[in-house]
């Protein structure tokens, strides 16, 4: 009797797979390395990854692992935050997260990240008033965080990157209704 084998299922590069791949490319870009010196450094640090496999990541062809981000991190000289979150486009520019439903704000998907929230959808008091909010703003020619940042400067308020997006626009909103 002939034994079936099966291959063994692995789970693709998903939605947080692939920002982390599009983090990594951009960083080892912005710093000037070629794949070799790159693996080179991640050898150094006991992290070996051939310049192969180093394309296969940013082609998201591989997966990287707890360890190869902390390393790639180290090697960047940055978080491992920022490896695994979204880095491009505005705050409020939605982004998809392996493990939930919907693309959501940048911004949104940072402070649960920094432990400023959850991330479940019984949260949908503020995603519905920032998603509301962001269909607006995204109707119009400004970029949205243009707009939110500019409309809250002429009410006195103050430009702080460090501020969630939903604080903002909340702010944005109430100077909206008041009456001029």
């Given at each position: ?9 692995v789970n693709k590069?998903?939605?947080?797979g692939?920002i982390?791949?599009d983090?990594i490319?951009r960083?080892?870009?912005r710093s000037?390395m070629?794949?070799?010196?790159l693996?080179?450094?991640?050898t150094?640090l006991g ?9 296969k ?9 707890v360890?190869?981000l902390?390393?790639?991190a180290a090697?960047?000289g940055?978080?491992?935050l ?20 919907t693309p959501?704000?940048?911004s949104?998907i ?11 959808e019984?949260?949908n008091?503020?995603m519905?008033l920032l998603?509301?909010r962001?269909?607006?703003?995204e109707?119009?020619d400004?970029p949205?965080d243009?707009?939110?940042?500019s409309?809250?400067?002429?009410t006195?308020?103050q430009y702080d990157?460090s501020r969630?997006?939903?604080?903002v626009l ?8 008041e009456p001029k």
């Amino acid at each position: 009797m002939a034994e079936h084998t099966t291959k063994r299922q692995v789970n693709k590069v998903a939605a947080t797979g692939r920002i982390v791949a599009d983090n990594i490319k951009r960083l080892r870009l912005r710093s000037g390395m070629q794949y070799k010196e790159l693996s080179q450094r991640l050898t150094g640090l006991g992290r070996p990854i051939a310049p192969l496999g180093l394309r296969k990541i940013e082609e998201c062809e591989r997966k990287v692992d707890v360890d190869d981000l902390t390393a790639f991190a180290a090697v960047f000289g940055v978080s491992p935050l920022q490896l695994l979150m979204p880095t491009n486009g505005y705050a409020i520019d939605r982004t998809e997260i392996t493990g939930y439903p919907t693309p959501l704000p940048n911004s949104y998907i940072w402070s649960w990240a920094l432990g400023e929230r959850p991330l479940n959808e019984k949260d949908n008091s503020i995603m519905a008033l920032l998603l509301q909010r962001i269909d607006a703003l995204e109707s119009r020619d400004i970029p949205p965080d243009v707009q939110a940042w500019s409309k809250l400067a002429t009410t006195g308020g103050q430009y702080d990157a460090s501020r969630p997006a939903t604080e903002v626009l909340q702010e944005v909103e109430q100077s909206e209704q008041e009456p001029k």
